[in-house]
């Protein structure tokens, strides 16, 4: 037998966008801007920023196991029983606990191709049949994904806003959709960037969905500004949150994590900058990738994806924008070749990315 499974072997490492201090040390220069990872522009949360630097003295304890506090305000919050809330490592390590709880045997999967790397990295170190099915206009094709369901699907999963699209499914699509849906398989809908798209009148928030088999994923690294902390929530039926909590590692998230949660949840008016700073930017984004006749998709998140004619021309994007010192997301390790994603930074960091676009289209006869 085999040290490491084959569809382990098979793996390769994650490449997360290009750190700023990366670039700088590869290409000597000093101004640098990144819009490549969907990150706030804002910096943390500064709330949360005060309640981890006020609990660094009480480190050396570990943190609550089960998260009482920031469950009981998250449960307050969104109106369930704390019995239906689950606390992780980023909603990212909520999804590897849900593999690890859930998945048996000939267990199969289903979600959209080239949707979130995140859940793609998990579905293949599960080693588990994943019918991945293509998306319809830069959006998840529901219809497309219900015919595949069988005997042996377990978990389906829909990253609701999509990244790396930025596109949402609609509540009639959605609830459609269930009906499709057998009880015996669970629903993962991953919400990383609600905050951005709950304004939308035809968006699915999930909280009105609480079936037995829809579990909801939410995140601190986007409105909040936490990526680096690393805290994310979910809510799910009591039955699957006790197994839930059974499997995931005792003492995530930490102590410094689990603070911060919670004071961010008090931060209302870091929520609400946060979220005009990204309307403002997505106008001006928009209005001049229209004068440029960029195409983008349209994008309920606080990213905006353009698509270009070619691979080719993607590349030269990317790397000229990166030598005049702005990062963004070339999406061909996502398989979309031809596509670029750009965060929505704060006016400035826009401002750069505009001009040196313009500047690389005009260079280099783009
Ligand atoms: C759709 C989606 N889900 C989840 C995540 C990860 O969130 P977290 O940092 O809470 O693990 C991201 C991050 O980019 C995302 O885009």
Known sequence: MPLVPSYIKQLSNYKPGKPIDEVKRELGIDNIIKLASNENPLGP?????????????????????????????????????????????????????????????????????????????????????????????????LNAMAKQINDYTKIIYIANPDNPMGTYITKNEFEEFYSYVPDRVLIILDEAYFEYACDKKDYPDSMYYRYNNVITLRSFSKAYGLGGVRIGYGFAHDDLISNLMKVKVPFEPSMIAQVAGYAALEDSNFLKKTIEINKAGSKYLKNELDTLRISYIPSATNFITIFLESENKAKKIVDRLMKNGVIVRHLDSFGWPNYIRISIGIEEENKRFISTLKKCYEQYKL
């Open 45 to 141: 949360s500064p709330k949360a920023k005060q309640a981890m630097e006020s609990i660094l003295r009480k480190v050396h304890r570990y943190p609550d196991a089960s998260g009482y506090e920031l469950r009981n305000k998250l449960s307050v919050k969104f109106n369930v029983n704390i019995n239906n809330v689950v606390l992780g490592a980023g909603s990212e390590g909520i999804m590897s606990t849900i593999m690890r709880t859930f998945l048996l045997n000939d267990d199969e999967l289903i979600s959209a191709e080239n949707s979130f790397i995140g859940f793609k990295v998990l579905a293949k170190a599960s080693g588990k049949k994943t019918k991945w099915v293509p998306m319809k206009d830069n959006r998840y094709d």
